[in-house]
């Protein structure tokens, strides 16, 4: 028996939660010295206190500590004047010192918010807390089916990540988004990826793993009043997987309700090849940290200006950006979305300051190029244009010296790294034909080729004059403005 | 005998200013006597002859080059073998460590090379520092100066016994319970627990973070004062380091003086369970105290009878943690095959010996969800009510007296299979070590019973860690005057001449 995703949510009530894990932009690690640059040599940033060895202690990475207040700020948080680190403790290969130097019960960030658009609605998702931890070294595992530890022939462990600062984002349970549960459990992410973004506290790059999310999913059949038993989702590296685990977990757990039977408290791993997920370690055969206050380490007590200068140092935050330029571009919330979702809001914004209208920016970068960026698997902003190229394209098409199709040469010439527009226009000859005499020529062939379409235009039926555009714009190479050519074909035929 | 190794580090270090002997004559000289007794003694592990001489024609040609030199330049030091040390091997007295040869050098050795003092070796331990005779090392045991039969008290028993037997003038010890002033006391010898944070703990491998504490040894009070001023001091790389200057101990080991000065004695720290000898002879030293002038009153510390077991939960809980890295994947032994899981579980359980096994299995249980608030957290609100004690007592004294452990040296084997017996013996030292303040173990003289040496136990409150020094070199200088010899000398187990 298959419950279908709108079945599914016909009876129950989709409630779902996220554990963000963001690694942070800091040049050292969170407690030594060592570079925090992505792939390196295997274990060639490690030093005694990152490899754990005998003897060694940590010291606390200042700048992390503020990092992490400048998202607790931009999250509505309160910051704590007084918290310490803790111990987690539990054997792993990866964990030098088998235990994690992190936060339990005294985070540094509690009690926020993050107001989240999702088809024209805001939608406020609590944060319950936002603390500092240092990341594990990364295992991987050789030989076995599944590319996990067991029935692994043997493992190869690279420290280098072990150390980097990790911050990680707890929201509380967001209840009541029924059908939209998973699309504004991605918004969430993408719309937390782009806060941390312009706070310039971390690259947020999910491929490479300095952005993680588990997905926690709970369903109750509506009317109820207590929440139904809660499925955690590891694994989730790219937006559309948060969207799809969600979704995948609504219809299994749904589909496990109807049958009768009750959703086990686990930890389960999405496939990103089939979209779903299957059963992890369960929390009932889950460990013990023991954890306990760090005693290496003194407790964290930010000076209370210290955290006032650093609220004074945030730089827009998303909700007076998008108040600023909803007004300023004359946008719907709608439309505002489509620009956060695309990613597209900087380099919008940037190519309007350099000197295009809203609108045209607006175009170029939700069409053509978003087209490109998506065929590419980037994100726009990873495009090889820059916003100033844009801008100059734009100009050039209101100024009628290229039209759309020749822009869009002029973007793939760009983007192919010939040079900058102006060179790209030069070198591929792209300029629009704009001497009437050499477009009358290609004019006076069209009509002398068709004589019955001519015949047509001059009964009236003016709109048969395209054939004759057309057949110009080819002639020409498509470096023809078409509506001028239009005009010189009526001037000749009447 | 050499009469270079009966000499104070203080007369050495005179004497090779004075260009009358050389650093390679006086290192020559330790070494030759490591040779001659310490397959008795078995106070080092690791002898490093070699990076020794070396060191010491370094520092002699420095001299010769008219170079600025400290005070310790030249004098050899005896390391405890838990700091890390480049080019000698770091075992912690644990097989989960044999010939582990760590990267990088501990601050505090880092200091004295640089000093100029000479690392002669490392010296046995207990394992992990668990245990105060060296019976729980992993090597072997090692022996009393005084009788070669008996404990020297533990864990940094090897440092002690080293001193004790003209083996080296200084060593580097940790004390965690009571780790350097019960053996200093139990070997005739001085040791100081300087206040927590003022020495350096990078490169000390761990065996309870908020306790651990490096000091020195020395067979005078002055010479102990001499390797606590150049080991301490602020070190960026331990967060609880206290960046504030080092406290005048060379200058007060130099002005022993106690008139005026108000010296509580704590009640709690006497009464069942002490030896009838050790009593008398700290009830002398309190009456010397007093008749060179100190103002003596009792002071009642009425939570200290609480300390041995708050300890006794907070360090195996912290050592749990800290142990928790020796499982065979990066350094040090690896025992078995299979998966990750049986090769951890093997080497913890081929390389802990029994009382490092206890002790995490103590400390794990402490932490467990469910069991947490009731012991880890009950036994930190009773550190806080110690610390209130001492606050309290020294709103009243500006130091406090006991004996630094209830008695002599104990026979080798006598309480090695009865830890509570065992873990009596840090009864006097464990509330120093409970609130993070200083306390000295000096010698007091010979228990009647059985002819070896009490120590007397001062305490001070943090950062007052020269009070001890004033307060020990008034009481040895007194008592040296009154037996007319260091009491050392008397040490019957080894020959010195």
């Known amino acids: ?140 595992h050789i030989g076995g089916a599944t590319g996990r530890i067991q029935g692994a022939d043997y493992s190869l462990v690279d420290y280098n990540r072990a150390g980097i600062p990790l911050v990680e984002i707890v929201t509380r349970p967001v209840p009541g988004t029924g059908f939209l549960a998973p699309e504004v459990a991605r918004a969430y992410v993408t719309q937390l990826r782009d806060l941390l973004r312009s706070l310039g506290v971390s690259d947020v790059r999910m491929e490479e793993g300095s952005l993680r999310c588990d997905v926690n999913t709970s369903l109750s059949p509506y009317g109820s009043d207590v929440w139904g038993t809660r499925t955690e989702t590891k694994n989730v590296n790219s937006l559309r997987s948060v969207e799809r685990a969600v979704r995948s977990e609504i219809s299994r757990q749904a589909e496990v309700l109807d049958s009768g039977g009750r959703v086990i408290q686990e930890t389960r791993h999405f496939h990103e090849d089939t979209g779903t997920t299957t059963s992890g370690r369960s929390k009932e055969e889950a460990q013990d ?113 290229l039209n759309d199709r020749l822009a869009r040469q002029v973007i793939e010439g760009v983007l192919d790294e010939e040079g900058t527009p102006d060179e790209v226009v030069a070198a591929r000859g792209l300029a629009v034909v704009s001497d009437d005499s050499a477009l009358l020529s290609a004019i006076d062939e069209a009509i002398a080729a068709n004589p019955d379409v001519v015949a047509r235009i001059r009964d009236g039926k003016v709109q048969a004059a395209g054939v004759l555009v057309g057949a110009v714009m080819k002639a020409t190479r498509g470096k023809a403005d078409a509506a001028r050519v239009r005009d010189l074909i009526m001037e000749r035929l009447s | 005998m050499n009469e270079l190794i009966t000499m104070t580090a203080a007369e050495l270090s005179a004497a090779m200013s004075a260009g009358e002997v050389s650093a390679a004559d006086v290192t020559e000289a330790h070494l030759d006597r490591i040779t001659a007794v310490d397959d008795r003694v078995k106070a080092f592990l ?185 080991m301490s001091g602020h070190d960026p790389m331990d967060s609880t380091s206290i960046d504030a200057p080092v406290p005048p101990v060379v200058e007060a080991a130099r002005h022993g003086d106690v008139a005026g000065l108000r010296i509580g004695v704590v009640s709690e720290l006497a009464g069942d369970g002490y030896q009838p000898g050790v009593v008398a002879r700290f009830t002398e030293a309190v009456e010397l105290l007093e008749s060179l002038g100190a103002k003596v009153t009792e002071i009642s510390c009425p939570h200290f009878k609480y300390a041995l077991p708050a300890y006794y939960l907070i360090a195996p809980s912290e050592a749990s943690s800290n142990l928790a890295r020796f499982d065979g994947m990066r350094y ?73 452990t209830p008695t002599t040296a104990f026979p080798i084997g006598e309480r090695a299979d009865d830890p509570m017996a065992m873990y009596l013996a840090d009864l006097c030292t464990i509330p120093t070590d409970l609130a993070g303040n200083a306390a000295i173990s000096v010698p007091c003289g010979l228990a009647d019973e059985d002819g070896l040496p009490a120590g007397l136990q001062v305490m001070a409150p943090p950062l007052a860690d020269d009070r001890l020094y004033r307060v020990g070199a008034a009481v040895e200088a007194a008592f040296t005057e009154r037996w007319g010899h260091p009491l050392l000398t008397e040490a019957k187990g080894l020959s010195v001449r």
């Open chain 1, 289 to 401: 940290y023991r954890y306990f206050p760090e005693p290496d380490l003194v407790p964290v007590a930010p000076p209370r200006d210290w955290v006032e200068s650093i609220a004074a140092s945030l730089p827009e935050l998303p909700a007076a950006r998008r108040a600023r330029l909803m007004s300023a571009w004359s946008l719907s919330e709608l439309e505002f979305e489509a620009l956060q979702n695309a990613g597209a809001l900087d380099v919008v914004e940037a190519t309007v300051a350099a000197g295009a209208s809203p609108a045209d920016a607006r175009k170029w970068w939700l069409g053509e190029l978003a087209r490109r960026a998506n065929d590419a698997g980037i994100d726009v902003s990873e495009l090889p244009i820059t916003p100033a190229d844009v801008a100059r394209i734009s100009e050039l098409v209101a100024a009628g010296s």
């Open chain 1, 1 to 140: 028996m298959t419950v279908t995703y709108e079945e599914a949510l016909q009876k129950y009530e989709p409630v779902f939660g996220l554990e963000t894990h963001v690694e942070l932009g800091t040049t050292t690690k969170m407690f030594c010295g060592c570079p925090t640059t992505f792939g390196a040599e295997p274990n060639s940033h490690v030093c005694p206190v990152c490899l754990g060895l005998p003897g060694s202690l940590p010291v606390t990475n200042r700048v992390a500590i503020e990092y992490t207040i400048k998202i607790g700020l931009a999250l509505n948080c309160s910051i704590a004047s007084w918290c310490r680190f803790a111990r987690k403790n539990y054997f792993y290969p990866d964990m030098p010192k088998n235990f994690q130097i992190s936060q339990y019960d005294e985070p540094l960030c509690v009690d926020g918010y993050l107001d989240v658009l999702v088809g024209g609605k805001t939608v406020r998702v609590g944060i319950e807390r936002v603390h500092l931890e240092e990341d594990t070294g990364k295992s991987l």
């Open chain 2, 332 to 404: 040090g032994l690896r025992v078995g095959g299979g998966s990750a899981e049986e090769v951890m579980a093997a080497t913890r359980e081929t390389g802990f010996g029994a009382e490092v096994k206890r002790r995490i299995m103590l400390g794990t249980y402490a932490l467990s969800s469910g069991y947490y608030d009731a012991y880890y957290g009950k036994a930190q609100q009773v550190r806080t009510l110690i610390i209130q004690d001492f606050d309290a007592a020294f709103g009243q004294v500006d130091v406090l007296v006991s004996p630094s």
């Open chain 2, 46 to 230: 690791h002898v490093g002859a070699d990076d020794a001489r070396a060191q010491a024609r370094e520092v002699d040609a420095m001299r010769a080059a008219g170079e600025p030199l400290g005070p310790l330049a030249g004098v050899p030091v005896a390391v405890k073998d838990l700091f890390t040390t480049i080019g000698m091997p770091t075992t912690c007295g644990s097989k989960i460590l044999e010939g582990w040869h760590p990267p990088y050098e501990s601050t505090i050795t880092q200091r004295l090379r640089k000093a100029g003092a000479i690392l002669l070796g490392k010296t046995n331990m207990d394992e992990f520092a668990m245990g105060s005779s060296t019976e729980n090392s992993g090597y072997w045991t090692t022996r009393n100066p005084w009788d070669l039969a008996r404990v020297p008290g533990g864990s940094s028993g090897g440092s002690a016994a080293a001193v004790a037997a003209y083996e080296a003038p200084l060593a580097l010890g940790t004390d965690t319970g009571g780790s350097i002033r019960q053996p200093a006391s139990v070997c005739g010898i001085v040791g100081t627990k300087p206040t927590y944070g003022g020495s350096s703990r990078y490169g000390v491998v761990a065996f309870a973070s908020s306790l651990d504490t490096p000091g020195p040894f020395g067979r005078t009070v002055l010479d102990a004062a001499l390797l606590h001023e150049v």
